[in-house]
């Protein structure tokens, strides 16, 4: 039962560097998330997919692109990482956009961006 | 802008205490609201949901809901070391493209 699995789980990129975090998930969920957490920050979404064919940027998505490949599928990624990327980074599904509907999360990436 | 706000703590309770954590949303159309406990290290967990006003018992667990007030909370009681954690409260409106985290509480349970 392997919900939202995220890879790779860890990664260290030089400046400049371009990489793709890939998540999918197993539970048949319609909207997908991307999120960013930093020290003593709290959750920050970069980027959302209420549907299959459809994403939409959330509070930070500058320096950042997503792909909805299909319904199991969303991929994160970084074209010119920046010191400032450096974060964890996870990803988190729900069953539909609409409705009391919670996210459950994937484990997560660590990507240090030196 | 739609916030989550919560008190950063360290919240710090005895074992065998009741812990109580605190949340605030600014958006008046939030209808779902949600407790997550996150281990260091690791990812947000969803130990808790409530809709409607009033409590909601699970276990150990109660959430509290006043949309008046705009206030969530959760209770844990005879707490254990194990609950310590970071606990962070999360709103969401019909439309579920508003869904926003709080910052989240540590909470430490000392032996």
């Known amino acids: 039962n392997a919900g939202v699995t995220q890879t790779p789980k860890f990664q260290v990129l030089k400046t400049g560097q371009s990489m793709t975090l890939q998540c999918a998930q197993d539970?048949?969920?319609?909207?997908m998330y991307w999120y960013r957490q930093d020290p003593g920050m709290g959750l920050r979404l970069i980027y959302y997919?209420?549907?299959?064919?459809?994403?939409d940027k959330g509070e930070v998505p500058n320096g950042y692109n997503v792909s909805r490949l299909n319904k199991r599928e969303f991929s994160l990624r970084l074209e010119s990482a920046a010191p400032s990327q450096t974060s964890v980074y996870f990803c988190a599904s729900s069953p539909r956009v609409r409705g009391y509907q919670p996210q459950h999360f994937g484990d997560g990436t660590r990507l240090s961006i030196l | 802008q739609k916030e989550v706000e919560q008190n950063s703590g360290p919240l710090s309770v005895p074992e065998g205490a009741i812990a109580s954590l605190n949340c605030t949303y600014s958006d008046r159309g939030s209808q779902s609201f949600f407790w997550y406990r996150q281990y260091s290290g690791k990812s947000p967990e969803l130990i808790m949901s409530?809709?409607?006003?009033g409590d909601k018992e699970d276990g150990r667990f109660t959430a509290q809901l006043n949309k008046a007030s705009q206030y969530v909370s959760l209770l844990i009681r005879d707490s254990q070391p194990s609950d310590s954690a970071t606990y962070l409260c999360a709103a969401n409106d019909n439309y579920g493209q508003n869904f926003v985290f709080g910052p989240g509480t540590r909470l430490s349970v000392l032996p």
């Open positions: 539970m048949n969920h319609n909207s």
């Open positions: 409530i809709y409607s006003n």
């Open positions: 997919s209420a549907s299959e064919g459809t994403t």
